[in-house]
Antibody, heavy 119, light 110 residues
């Protein structure tokens, strides 16, 4: 069974940093592209970042470019999101999502981890 | 990349059919057959319902169907059931090799 479990969320002050993790199981993690998607309280989904299966190709949404860094450790079956210079508008539930083997869709999602940026 | 445009809300009675539209541009919806639809119940993670415009993942009811014309994609739910009440989001792959979501549509089953 495919499982994605996020962790690392919490309360952080504006300007602070946080590192999110996503532990994958039930599939060959190193063969799949991964993404982070976030959802502000009461708002819609927003794509945040993409990383290829090898980690060699990375993309970011303009709203986080230069502040967030996506990475992965295929030996540990884990995806990460390093978030620096956090702002109030980064407050959201952050989901990791797997890209389907064929196509450009997110076929599995984690349960999400809440990040709250507030003083 | 601007969000795709969806109606904020739609409603229907049990047994009826509803359609949710999703409008983008030639750089996303109109340019690729990579439109997906996700269902999200309150407090839950999104669930894939339709991929590549009109394909259903295994286990998704055939009451859910998708289509596309030009820059607008659509999700149709037939034979509405109470458990269909949820938020629905469309998504498209884009010419920038990124993804964009719609603002979401709240479906109310009357």
């Amino acid at each position: 069974e495919v499982q994605l479990v996020e962790s690392g969320g919490g309360l952080v002050q504006p300007g602070g940093s946080l590192r999110l993790s996503c532990a994958a199981s039930g599939f060959t993690f190193s063969s799949y592209e991964m993404n982070w998607v976030r959802q502000a309280p009461g708002k819609g989904l927003e794509w945040v970042s993409y990383i290829s299966s090898s980690g060699s190709t990375i993309y970011y949404a303009d709203s986080v470019k230069g502040r967030f860094t996506i990475s992965r450790d295929n030996a540990k079956n884990s995806l990460y999101l390093q978030m620096n210079s956090l702002r109030a508008e980064d407050t959201a539930v952050y989901y990791c999502a797997r890209v389907a083997a064929a196509g450009r869709t997110f076929d599995y999602w984690g349960q999400g981890t809440l990040v709250t940026v507030s003083s | 990349q601007s969000a795709l445009t969806q109606p904020a809300s739609v409603s229907g009675s049990p047994g009826q059919s509803i359609t949710i539209s999703c409008t983008g541009t030639s750089s996303d919806v109109g340019g690729y057959n990579y439109v997906s639809w996700y269902q999200q119940h309150p407090g839950k993670a999104p669930k894939l319902m339709i991929y590549e415009v009109s394909n259903r993942p295994s286990g998704v009811s055939n009451r859910f169907s998708g289509s596309k014309s030009g820059n607008t994609a659509s999700l149709t739910i037939s034979g509405l059931q109470a458990e269909d009440e949820a938020d629905y989001y469309c998504s498209s792959y884009t010419s920038s090799s990124t993804w964009v979501f719609g603002g979401g549509t709240k479906l109310t089953v009357l």
